[in-house]
């Protein structure tokens, strides 16, 4: 049996590894992707991790260089599945099923926001999933002494404790943790439906919320799908890009590629997007939104206000100079973003073109 001292150094290894997290992102994108060889699609995001790659500190590390390869993956899945080389079929939702929507107030929609945002498997994806999945939690409550989840039962809830607290145990360690407000448990289920690995019982009165499996697999992989044809039909109506497809300039297979790439962020007013002499790294076009372009100490405003359709970021992905300027958003904005590397792939041949509109969209 291992030691005490044993036992906290493995966890300090993983945690100095992030080994946790990152093994539960990969399930995570392999469910996202809805894939039918999942062990790809993880093999494939962890060999990512054994390569040396440079930290991006841009977008609030929403994207960094490991999620970079990851998306292209998704690409490459969805470009192997249009050719007949992979056979998973899109998700098909039930007839007739619609996300729940459960009543909240205002303080409990908030709560599990800013739960979902730092929940390690949740934080990852876009501010738009994390809110169709807030709506669907539910409330539970259970009783002193009640057994929340089973060791070895199958798994179908995902559960955040409002109040009260709960004891987590696992067979032969005994009680490894106490859950108390704000505290995340049973994702896993979510992610393979693996038998529950631990049990949780009520110390006290509980209040909880709790997310079902069906609710979400079927709304973040539903929601996937979506996202991707919104994408491509707002990327249609990007000036720019619109002026390329009627040139030729740009296919719409190639559109369509670009859509599976963007990720979606967003910014509160006055938060700062990209910082004058950043690396830049990603390009980014404005969903949603207003910003601002501004240069030097006195932050002396360069351009017109930019946005929905405008674009910024373009320049320091076409050559090796940092940030020109720093972008700022004037009021709540959405984002699209695109890596340096899927940039480059596919709209580098339209560099000329993009600069031209950059300078004739800040005027």
Same mark, same amino acid.
């Given at each position: 049996?291992?030691?005490?001292?044993?036992?906290?150094?493995?966890?300090?290894?993983?945690?100095?590894?992030?080994?946790?997290?990152? =093994?539960?992102?990969? =399930?995570?994108?392999?469910?996202?992707?809805?894939?039918?060889?999942?062990?790809?699609?993880?093999?494939?995001?962890?060999?990512?991790?054994?390569?040396?790659?440079?930290?991006?500190?841009?977008?609030?590390?929403?994207?960094?260089?490991?999620?970079?390869?990851?998306?292209?993956?998704?690409?490459?899945?969805?470009?192997?599945?249009? $050719?007949?080389?992979?056979?998973?079929?899109?998700?098909?939702?039930?007839?007739?099923?619609?996300?729940?929507?459960?009543?909240? %107030?205002?303080?409990?929609?908030?709560? /599990? *926001?800013? =739960?979902?945002?730092?929940? $390690?498997?949740?934080?990852?994806?876009?501010?738009?999933?994390?809110?169709?999945?807030?709506?669907?939690?539910?409330?539970?409550?259970?009783?002193?002494?009640?057994? &929340?989840?089973?060791?070895?039962?199958?798994?179908?809830?995902?559960? &955040?404790?409002?109040?009260?607290?709960?004891d987590i145990s696992v067979?032969? *360690?005994?009680?490894?943790?106490?859950?108390?407000?704000?505290?995340?448990?049973?994702?896993?289920?979510?992610?393979?439906?693996?038998?529950?690995? #631990?049990?949780?019982?009520?110390?006290?009165d509980v209040g909880a919320?709790?997310?079902?499996?069906? %609710?979400?697999?079927?709304?973040?992989?539903?929601?996937?799908?979506?996202?991707?044809?919104?994408?491509?039909?707002?990327?249609?109506?990007?000036?720019?890009? /619109?002026?390329?497809?009627?040139?030729?300039?740009?296919?719409?297979? *190639?559109?369509?590629?670009?859509?599976?790439?963007? $990720?979606?962020?967003?910014?509160? #007013?006055?938060?700062?997007?990209?910082?004058?002499?950043?690396?830049?790294?990603?390009?980014?076009?404005?969903?949603?939104?207003?910003? *601002?372009?501004?240069?030097?100490?006195?932050?002396?405003?360069?351009?017109?206000? /930019?946005?929905?359709?405008?674009?910024?970021?373009?320049?320091?992905?076409?050559? %090796?100079?940092?940030?020109?300027?720093? =972008?700022?958003?004037?009021?709540?904005?959405?984002?699209?973003?695109?890596?340096?590397?899927?940039?480059?792939?596919?709209?580098? %041949?339209?560099?000329?073109?993009?600069?031209?509109?950059?300078?004739?969209?800040? $005027?």
């Amino acid at each position: 049996m291992a030691s005490s001292a044993q036992l906290t150094s493995v966890r300090q290894y993983l945690t100095k590894f992030g080994i946790e997290e990152q =093994v539960s992102n990969a =399930v995570n994108m392999a469910i996202k992707q809805n894939s039918d060889d999942p062990f790809r699609i993880i093999s494939d995001y962890l060999r990512t991790l054994a390569k040396n790659q440079e930290d991006d500190d841009e977008a609030d590390e929403i994207i960094d260089e490991q999620e970079e390869m990851l998306l292209m993956a998704k690409r490459t899945a969805n470009i192997r599945r249009r $050719r007949g080389q992979v056979s998973a079929a899109a998700l098909q939702i039930p007839t007739g099923w619609s996300p729940p929507v459960h009543e909240k %107030s205002q303080a409990a929609k908030d709560f /599990l *926001k800013d =739960v979902l945002a730092t929940n $390690r498997l949740m934080k990852s994806l876009t501010p738009s999933d994390r809110e169709q999945l807030m709506l669907a939690f539910e409330p539970l409550s259970f009783k002193a002494g009640a057994v &929340i989840i089973r060791q070895g039962d199958p798994g179908d809830r995902f559960y &955040i404790l409002e109040h009260g607290l709960a004891d987590i145990s696992v067979a032969g *360690k005994g009680s490894v943790m106490k859950a108390t407000k704000g505290v995340a448990f049973g994702e896993l289920a979510l992610l393979h439906g693996a038998p529950r690995a #631990a049990t949780v019982v009520a110390e006290s009165d509980v209040g909880a919320w709790a997310l079902d499996e069906m %609710s979400f697999k079927m709304i973040l992989m539903g929601k996937a799908q979506q996202d991707v044809s919104d994408y491509a039909s707002f990327l249609k109506n990007v000036p720019i890009l /619109l002026h390329c497809m009627d040139k030729g300039e740009l296919p719409e297979e *190639k559109l369509n590629e670009l859509a599976h790439c963007l $990720r979606e962020a967003e910014y509160a #007013a006055g938060r700062t997007i990209i910082a004058e002499g950043d690396e830049g790294n990603h390009f980014f076009i404005i969903r949603e939104g207003e910003v *601002k372009c501004t240069q030097g100490p006195e932050a002396k405003v360069v351009s017109k206000p /930019l946005t929905r359709g405008d674009f910024f970021g373009e320049l320091a992905l076409l050559s %090796s100079d940092r940030r020109a300027a720093t =972008v700022t958003a004037v009021q709540p904005t959405t984002v699209l973003m695109v890596s340096r590397i899927e940039f480059t792939r596919l709209l580098g %041949s339209l560099s000329d073109l993009i600069v031209s509109a950059a300078s004739h969209q800040r $005027r």
